[in-house]
C-alpha cells in the first residue's frame, strides 16, 4: 500500500490523460441515440447491393415529406375562420348608446333648444338603437387570416354556442357601420343629425373577433387526421432484390423500415446488447483516436490543455449533433461541423485535427440520416475548411473558408442530386439554405478561438501577430526606455525566425517571443551597454557581485512585468529561457581576479533559469547570445564571426543548455550556419572567394 500511492503520484499525469477519454466516452454514450442501428446503406437511383430484403414484420409506409405537406395544405385550404361574437361588448355599446343620448338630449332640450318635445326625443332614441342593433349583427375586426379576401368569403361565427356560416359582405367593418349610420340618420332631417352620429360612433364595438385559440384546435383536429402512412408492408413479403435498382417508392419503403427498426425498443434483454455494443463501438473509436495523438501527435497527447481543449470541443459537438439528430433530424446539416476542425488547425496541429474530424465523423455517421451522404458531405467540407484556414494567420481567412465550404456543400449536393437522379429538378432551396446557414455559422470559430484563448491559456497565429505589432504598448515602452535593448531584441527576433524557417519550428512564435525577451531592462536600462552613453557605465560604482544581481535580475523583472500586461505564458517562456542558468562570465571572472585564492560564490553570478525547453526557445537562446557578442567584436571578419558562433553555440551546448530541448546536432549545425550567414549581413562583411 506504501508503495501504491508513490507510484500513482507518478504516473497522475497520463492518468489524467486516459481519465480524460474515458469521460469523453461516458458523456458521448450516454447523449448518443437510443435506436437500433440499421445494418443497410442505400441511396435513390443506386443499386441494391445487398442480398435479397424481406419485411421482418409488419410495418407501415411512411409517405414523404412532400406528400405530408401537400395533404396539409389540401385539408387547410378549405377550412373556414372562427369568429367569436362578443356579446357582453354588445350590450355595454348599447348601454353606453343609452346613458349618453339622454345626457346630452336633457342638455340639448333645457338649454339649447326647449322646444324639442318628449315624441322627438322619442324618435330620435328609436332610430339610434334601430341603427345600433341593425350594425351591431356583427361589425369584424379585422384579422390578417383576411388579407386579400373578399366578400364572398366565409367565415363561421361562434354566437350564444351555436356555430354559423357567414359570408363577409353579411357583415360589416367600422367604416361601413358608420357610413349606414350616417345614411340612416340623414333621413330624420333633424338639425341634430351630427350629435347623434357622434352619438352612436361613440357606442359602436367591434364584436366579431377572431378566435385564435379555437382555430388552431380545429387546425390542429384536421392536421391530426391526415395519416402519415401510405400503405402496409406484411411480414415475408420481399422490399427488394438484389442489384435492384433503389427507385423512389423502394426507397420509401427502406426508409419506412429503417423508422421502424431504430425506432423498435425490444424486450430489456436485447436492449442490454444494443447498448454494449455501442459502448464497444464508441470506446473503440476513441481508444483508436487517444493511440493516433499518443504515437503521432505527443505535442498534443502530452499536454493536458491542448488535449482537453480538443476532446472537449469534439464531445460538445457529438452531444449537438446527437440532439439534433434525435429531435431535428431534417436540421442536421445547419450544424456547422467544420468549425471542429477548424479550432484543431488554428490551435494545434492540421493532421492531428484532420484525424480527431475523421473519427468525430465516424461516430456521427451510425445516427445521421443518409450516413453516407452525411459522411461524404462533411469529411469533403472539412478538409477544405482546414487546407483554407491554413495556421489561421488573418482574419479574412475564416470569411474565406465559409465561402470555400459553402462551395464545397453545394458541389457534393449537386454532384449526388446528379447521380442518384440524373436531374437538377428536385434540388431543395430549403436545403441548399441550410447548408449556407451551415458555412455561415463557421465563423463562430473566431469568437470560439477567443474564448479557448482565455480558458486554456493557448495562443493562435493571430495573437502572436497582434503581440509582434511594435506599437504595442510595452514594446514602445522598451522602445523609449531603452532604446538599445529594442534594437538588440529585433535583430534577434530575426534571427531567430530566419533560423526556424531553415530547421522547422514557429518561427512566428520565436520572432514574438524575441520580441519580449529583454523587457525586464527597462527598470535598470544604463547597466545594459547596448543602452549606455559613451564614456558612462554605472557599473563603476558597484560591486562585481551588485552587478551580477542587477544583470540576473533583468529576467524575473520581464517575468513580473510580462504578467502585468497579461502576455500568454508562451511568451514569457523565452523571458525565462533566454539565459537559461547559464554564468554572468564577465563579471564572474572579475571577481575571481579581484579576489584570488579565495571561493566565489557562483550561485549570485549564475541565472535561475530553466534552460530552454522547447525548440523555439533554444533557437531564441543562441540568437540573443551571438547577436549580443557579436556586438563587441572589432573590425568583424567572416572568421572572427565564424569563431565566435562557434564558441558560443558549443559552449551552451557544453553547460547543457539544450538537453530539454527537443533539438538534435543536425538542426543546432544547421542553426549555426543561418547564425554566421545573417550575421555577416548584419556587420556587411563579405565572404573571401578562393583565388
Do not use: C
Not at 502530452?302 to 439528430?325: C, E, P, S
Not at 465516424?362 to 482546414?386: C, D, H, I, K, R
Not at 470555400?404 to 442518384?420: A, C, D, E, G, N
Request: charged residues 20%; without cysteine.
Amino acid at each position: 500500500m506504501k508503495s501504491f500511492f508513490p507510484k500513482l503520484q507518478q504516473y497522475s499525469y497520463d492518468l489524467l490523460k486516459i481519465l480524460t477519454f474515458v469521460v469523453a466516452v461516458i458523456i458521448v454514450v450516454s447523449v448518443s441515440p437510443r435506436e437500433r442501428i440499421f445494418k443497410y446503406e442505400f441511396s435513390i437511383g443506386k443499386p441494391w447491393k445487398h442480398k435479397d430484403l424481406y419485411a421482418p414484420f409488419n410495418f407501415s409506409i411512411l409517405k414523404t415529406e412532400k406528400q405530408l405537406a401537400q395533404e396539409r395544405q389540401q385539408a387547410l385550404k378549405n377550412l373556414k375562420p372562427y369568429f367569436q361574437y362578443d356579446e357582453k361588448a354588445t350590450k355595454a355599446g348599447r348601454a353606453l348608446l343609452i346613458k349618453s343620448f339622454g345626457e346630452n338630449w336633457h342638455f340639448i332640450s333645457r338649454h339649447m333648444n326647449p322646444e324639442i318635445s318628449r315624441q322627438d326625443s322619442i324618435t330620435y332614441l328609436d332610430a339610434l338603437l334601430a341603427v345600433y342593433d341593425q350594425v351591431e349583427r356583427g361589425i369584424i375586426r379585422l384579422d390578417p387570416v383576411l388579407e386579400g379576401k373578399d366578400k364572398t368569403f366565409q367565415i363561421r361565427l361562434i354566437k350564444n354556442n351555436k356555430v354559423k356560416d357567414y359570408n363577409l359582405s353579411q357583415l360589416y367593418t367600422v367604416k361601413e357601420a358608420d357610413d349606414y349610420a350616417i345614411n340612416y340618420l340623414r333621413q330624420l332631417k333633424s338639425p341634430d343629425s351630427l350629435m347623434l352620429f357622434k352619438l352612436i360612433n361613440n357606442s359602436l364595438v367591434q364584436n366579431v373577433i377572431y378566435d385564435k385559440k379555437k382555430n388552431e384546435l380545429v387546425r390542429k383536429e384536421l392536421l391530426s387526421k391526415i395519416s402519415p402512412t401510405l400503405g402496409l408492408v406484411q411480414k415475408g413479403e420481399l422490399i427488394i432484390s438484389q442489384g435492384e435498382l433503389v427507385t423512389p417508392e423502394k426507397y420509401q419503403q427502406l426508409i419506412s423500415l429503417k423508422r421502424e427498426y431504430e425506432q423498435e425498443v425490444g424486450n430489456s434483454k436485447s436492449w442490454k446488447y444494443v447498448y454494449a455494443g455501442r459502448l464497444i463501438l464508441i470506446s473503440l473509436l476513441f481508444f483508436v483516436e487517444m493511440m493516433f495523438l499518443y504515437s503521432f501527435m505527443p505535442s498534443i497527447y502530452n499536454d493536458l490543455r491542448k488535449l482537453h481543449l480538443l476532446v472537449g470541443t469534439q464531445v460538445a459537438l457529438l452531444m449537438v449533433a446527437f440532439y439534433i439528430f434525435s429531435h431535428f433530424p431534417n436540421w442536421s446539416y445547419i450544424i456547422p461541423y467544420a468549425i471542429l476542425p477548424i479550432i484543431g488547425a488554428a490551435f494545434l496541429d492540421r493532421r492531428g485535427a484532420l484525424v480527431v474530424y475523421l473519427i468525430t465523423l465516424m461516430l456521427l455517421g451510425f445516427y445521421a440520416p443518409n450516413s453516407f451522404e452525411f459522411f461524404y458531405t462533411q469529411f469533403t467540407a472539412g478538409f477544405v475548411a482546414v487546407f483554407s484556414v491554413g495556421q489561421l494567420s488573418k482574419r479574412w481567412y475564416l470569411v474565406r473558408n465559409s465561402i470555400l465550404v459553402f462551395v464545397t456543400y453545394m458541389l457534393v449536393y449537386i454532384s449526388m442530386l446528379l447521380v442518384q437522379e440524373a436531374s437538377l429538378s428536385s434540388i431543395s432551396s430549403r436545403f441548399v439554405l441550410m447548408l449556407a446557414g451551415s458555412s455561415l455559422l463557421t465563423l463562430l470559430a473566431f469568437p470560439l478561438i477567443f474564448v479557448y484563448e482565455k480558458l486554456f491559456g493557448l495562443v493562435t497565429q493571430l495573437t502572436m501577430l497582434e503581440l509582434s505589432n511594435t506599437n504595442n504598448p510595452l514594446l514602445r515602452e522598451l522602445a523609449e526606455k531603452a532604446p538599445g535593448t529594442f534594437q538588440h531584441s529585433m535583430q534577434v527576433a530575426n534571427l531567430a525566425s530566419e533560423v526556424l524557417y531553415v530547421i522547422g519550428g514557429d518561427a512566428l512564435l520565436a520572432r514574438t517571443g524575441s520580441l519580449y525577451h529583454d523587457i525586464g531592462k527597462m527598470k535598470h536600462p544604463l547597466f545594459f551597454v547596448e543602452n549606455q552613453p559613451e564614456g558612462y557605465n554605472p557599473h563603476d560604482e558597484l560591486s562585481y557581485e551588485e552587478s551580477a544581481r542587477i544583470i540576473v535580475g533583468h529576467v524575473l523583472t520581464g517575468i513580473e512585468m510580462a504578467r502585468k500586461a497579461r502576455l500568454p505564458e508562451q511568451i514569457i517562456d523565452f523571458i525565462r529561457t533566454h539565459h537559461g542558468t547559464r554564468r554572468v562570465e564577465y563579471f564572474y571572472r572579475l571577481e575571481r581576479r579581484q579576489n584570488p585564492g579565495m571561493e566565489v560564490n557562483e550561485t549570485e553570478f549564475r541565472y535561475h533559469g530553466p534552460v530552454p525547453f522547447s525548440r523555439e526557445t533554444a533557437v531564441v537562446m543562441m540568437a540573443d547570445s551571438v547577436e549580443a557578442a557579436s556586438r563587441s567584436l572589432v573590425s568583424p571578419t567572416e572568421q572572427k564571426i565564424n569563431d565566435l558562433v562557434e564558441l558560443i553555440v558549443n559552449s551552451m551546448m557544453e553547460s547543457q543548455q539544450f538537453n530539454n530541448a527537443p533539438i538534435t546536432l543536425k538542426e543546432i549545425t544547421q542553426a549555426k550556419k543561418v547564425l554566421k550567414k545573417k550575421l555577416l549581413n548584419i556587420h556587411h562583411v563579405r565572404i573571401a572567394y578562393p583565388d
